[in-house]
């Protein structure tokens, strides 16, 4: 007695990757409430070259996920097996079977032959992975049209089937059944040539696999005349599907890679505002004040002499700060979708700019303190010493003698900086420590640094201690402030930053340039 097997039932083994199953029972009908209903009887199906023939999922002929490795035509039904691939995409199959999606095997034909329900002739091309097999609610799948063969008296049945009505049967013979699970096939009456090309690999294509046979295994020369014509285009006709151009697949349905935001350079970093004294800015404006004639000791002769007393005067100091602000009216579906990445990347753009305004303020104003100052002169240095280390211990010695201060800080024009780097071995000074790299330097514990902003001249460099001044900035600058703008449907966004150089010993501040201000 022979067992049955039910259609489309298949086993998997994810240790050796392999599929063994029955893909098709002989005499068993299709779903009698399918459109298209179909019965393989014994010895109907014959199967293209095994090497031809793959599993796809969901009839996706451009999705394929295993090879064929055995193809048994047994008495009551035809079994198979199959190699599933190795990599990603076998991987993913072998998930959703483990996860009861796809739970069926559903046969490929091509040339169908049917006389109402019962099929005539057909090749077995292949195999899709679905949720239900073809003959439990899927349709079978066929490579081009299913032709309708001549009526023949009929013949006593035991169990006769519901035949579709005549028109039905007039439609489906000229439709090309690419059923997917759970959808029903559209019926294309005389399909185009770019429909046709699209279902059908080749409208003869038991004789493409008999030249094919000919060619390979008996050197037929006709054979290969014939392939040779056919020519390698219209063996396989299908229509291109590209990835880009004008009105293609791919332009309209591919969604380009989101790399989010795009680097723009460096998020800056402040170099002038650490080299002085920092302070917290309480108003926007301050006040103080400052010796100008200290009081100080003398010699005393003792013996009821008179104490040295000298003149002590005093004069205010006041100040004020300086405000950068910046703000933008953002739409409030950035918010609402948080996407926040764009937000983010708004934030620290704005941050950046107070970094470079303020940083660029604090070097201007030092500079400014210099010109009220006047400029110092360069010497005349021996030959062998460099012009850009001459006019730094030059000014360094002043901030000593005249500034009463230890020197900390010199800033130079880029053009002094560049021969400040490259100085060869041979003409650093002999006792002094010298360092340099492309973004900063040291020399004699003088930290070097260049002009980033073009507020010095070219011959210029500016000398100063730490205590000279004091960077006196609101906590927290810039601070950010947000409101909503309920008319226009957005959130307003603004930073504020407030920060005061306030001046505590100019005459700690030289600048040395190869003339005197005119």
């Given at each position: ?352 700019s107070y970094s470079e305004l303020s940083d660029k303020y604090a070097l201007q104003k030092m500079w400014d303190q210099s010109v009220t100052n006047g400029a110092t002169v360069k010497d005349t240095y021996p030959t062998d010493v ?5 006019k730094i211990v030059q000014g360094a010695l002043k901030v000593i003698t005249t500034g009463k201060g230890i020197p900390s800080t010199a800033v130079v024009s880029l053009a002094l900086y560049s021969q400040y780097v490259m100085l ?92 005197a201000d005119a």
């Amino acid at each position: 007695m022979t067992t049955e097997i039910e259609a489309g039932v298949f086993s998997l083994n994810e240790e050796t990757r392999t599929v063994r199953g029955r893909l098709l029972t002989y005499g068993e009908h299709t779903n009698p409430r399918h459109k298209y209903p179909a019965m393989f009887p014994k010895g109907t199906v014959s199967f293209a070259p095994m090497v031809l023939m793959r599993g796809n999922r969901d009839h996706n002929l451009v999705d394929p996920v295993a090879t064929f490795a055995e193809v048994i035509d047994q008495e009551d039904g035809i079994d198979v097996a199959l190699t599933i691939a190795d990599g990603p995409e076998g991987d993913r199959l072998i998930a959703d079977h483990k996860e009861g999606k796809y739970k069926r095997l559903s046969p490929e034909f091509a040339k169908l032959v049917k006389r109402g329900s019962e099929v005539i002739s057909g090749v077995l091309t292949g195999a899709a992975f679905v949720p239900e097999g073809a003959f439990a609610s899927s349709a079978l799948f066929s490579l081009d049209p299913i032709e309708e063969a001549p009526e023949v008296a009929p013949a006593a049945e035991e169990n006769p089937q519901p035949e579709p009505p005549a028109q039905q049967q007039e439609e489906s013979m000229s439709t090309d059944v690419v059923t997917r699970p759970g959808a029903a096939p559209a019926a294309v009456e005389n399909p185009t040539p770019t429909e046709q090309q699209v279902f059908s690999l080749m409208p003869e294509r038991e004789d493409l696999f008999t030249l094919i046979k000919r060619a390979k295994e008996q050197g037929d020369p006709e054979a290969r005349a014939a392939l040779a014509k056919i020519g390698e285009g219209n063996m396989f006709a299908l229509s291109d599907v590209k990835i880009s151009g004008s009105n293609q697949l791919g332009t309209a349905a591919v969604q380009a890679g989101w790399i989010g935001h795009v680097w723009e350079g460096r998020t800056h970093e402040r170099i002038i505002v650490p080299t002085l004294t920092p302070g917290a800015l309480t108003k926007l404006t301050w006040a103080g004040w400052k010796w100008n004639s200290k009081p100080v000791m003398a010699a005393w002769a003792g013996n009821k002499a008179d104490v040295p007393s000298g003149t002590v005067t005093a004069s205010p100091v006041s100040g004020s700060a300086q405000r950068f602000a910046g703000g933008h009216d953002l739409a409030r579906e950035f918010y609402d979708f948080n996407e926040t990445e764009a937000i983010e990347a708004y934030g620290q753009a704005m941050v950046d700019s107070y970094s470079e305004l303020s940083d660029k303020y604090a070097l201007q104003k030092m500079w400014d303190q210099s010109v009220t100052n006047g400029a110092t002169v360069k010497d005349t240095y021996p030959t062998d010493v460099p012009l850009v280390i001459g006019k730094i211990v030059q000014g360094a010695l002043k901030v000593i003698t005249t500034g009463k201060g230890i020197p900390s800080t010199a800033v130079v024009s880029l053009a002094l900086y560049s021969q400040y780097v490259m100085l060869m071995r041979d003409h650093t000074l002999e006792f002094l420590t010298t360092a340099a790299s492309l973004e900063s330097g040291v020399l004699a514990g003088i930290n070097v640094i260049p002009d980033p902003y073009g507020v010095l001249a070219a011959d210029e460099v500016l000398v100063y201690a730490k205590p000279a001044a004091r960077a006196l900035e609101l906590p927290g600058s810039p601070v950010r402030v947000n409101a909503l703008d309920l008319v226009h449907g957005g959130v307003d966004s603004a930073f504020f930053g407030y920060i005061g150089i306030d001046i505590q010993r100019p005459e700690a501040i030289v600048r040395v340039a190869d003339a005197a201000d005119a």
